[in-house]
């Protein structure tokens, strides 16, 4: 019964350390990061065909990278809310793009399933080491990173972005690019 106990208690601690790591981790993130309107690194993307694909070729648009996972519980409730944000704020200059950190038949049946039209990426490698170069070397998902049409980094985002975040990081954006 101690034995069991104290596994009980070296796993509770073990989860408030992860997610009090977690938090400071997304905290620094949010405010603090250094890459914070620092031009984003020219990283290199590859199309669902193999193409690569410059992060430069949306310059001139505010530009959401969101890196994402099929096995991702919080990336599946995000992806939704993008497809129906590149909808919303396509003409008016947002380019999302969904860099994954999966295989490619699992990045099509999810493109497929939820009908993405904005551009998805299914190289892992290509993926995580813009995602590194991105900012976030600890791996988590999902990580957004919006990126003005200057090319400067804006906002990065670490977790899921919520309907009203995004909709309120979207039309900050998108209003100050008309003032």
């Known amino acids: 019964m101690r034995s069991v106990l104290l596994y009980i208690l070296l796993a509770l601690a073990a989860g408030a350390a992860g997610f009090g790591a977690y938090r400071l981790?997304?905290?620094?993130?949010?405010?603090?990061?250094?890459?914070?309107?620092?031009?984003?690194?020219?990283?290199?993307?590859?199309?669902?065909?193999?193409?690569?694909l410059p992060l430069s070729n949306w310059r001139g648009r505010w530009v959401l990278v969101n890196f994402w996972a099929s096995w991702c519980a919080p990336c599946m409730e995000e992806l939704p809310l993008l497809v129906e944000a590149q909808r919303r704020y396509g003409a008016q200059g947002l380019q999302i793009v969904g860099p994954a950190l999966d295989e490619r038949e699992a990045v099509s049946a999810v493109s497929a399933r939820l009908g993405i039209t904005y551009p998805v990426m299914a190289d892992f490698a290509r993926a995580d080491a813009a995602m590194q170069a991105l900012g976030n070397t600890q791996g988590a998902l999902p990580y957004s990173v919006l990126i003005d049409p200057a090319g400067r980094i804006q906002e990065i985002v670490l977790g899921a972005l919520s309907a009203d975040r995004l909709e309120k990081l979207i039309t900050r954006a998108l209003d100050s690019s008309s003032d």
């Open 25 to 52: 981790y997304e905290s620094a993130t949010a405010a603090d990061h250094p890459l914070l309107g620092q031009p984003a690194p020219d990283v290199v993307l590859a199309e669902q065909d193999g193409r690569a």
